[in-house]
Nanobody, 123 residues
Framework: QVQVTESGGGLVQPGGSLRLSCAAS??????????MGWYRQAPGRERELVAV???????KYGDSVKGRFTISRTDATETVHLQMNSLNPEEPAVYYC???????????????WGQGTQVTVSS
């Protein structure tokens, strides 16, 4: 399986910055990395895409964070960072890291989620 570990959540002031990190580790089985990204869910809201980076380094941002958040890879297959700048009061949420791996000889793709890390935007 693939284990996902998140870190970096916490309290930040409006307009402040925070960096989240996510690391994926394959403990057993044959898996091929496809992508890794961040999603967030605020109270009363659906879980939404924040940013995703793929194996080919293609990046997609959610419209609400374009120009403020940056996703990057420090490891080709395992570690992703999300730099969040200019955080708004309406953006407190639980941020979840999700990675997608191919397996089963390419016949399947599976999502592996972290448990979530809380980001609170408050003065």
């Amino acid at each position: 399986q693939v284990q996902v570990t998140e870190s970096g959540g916490g309290l930040v002031q409006p307009g402040g910055s925070l960096r989240l990190s996510c690391a994926a580790s394959v403990s057993e089985g044959m898996y091929s990395f496809n992508n890794m990204g961040w999603y967030r869910q605020a109270p009363g809201r659906e879980r939404e895409l924040v940013a995703v980076i793929r194996y080919n380094n293609n990046i997609k941002y959610g419209d609400s964070v374009k120009g403020r958040f940056t996703i990057s890879r420090t490891d080709a297959t395992e570690t992703v960072h999300l730099q969040m700048n200019s955080l708004n009061p309406e953006e407190p949420a639980v941020y979840y890291c999700k990675t997608v791996y191919e397996h089963g000889f390419g016949l399947a793709m599976s999502d592996f989620w972290g448990q979530g890390t809380q980001v609170t935007v408050s003065s």
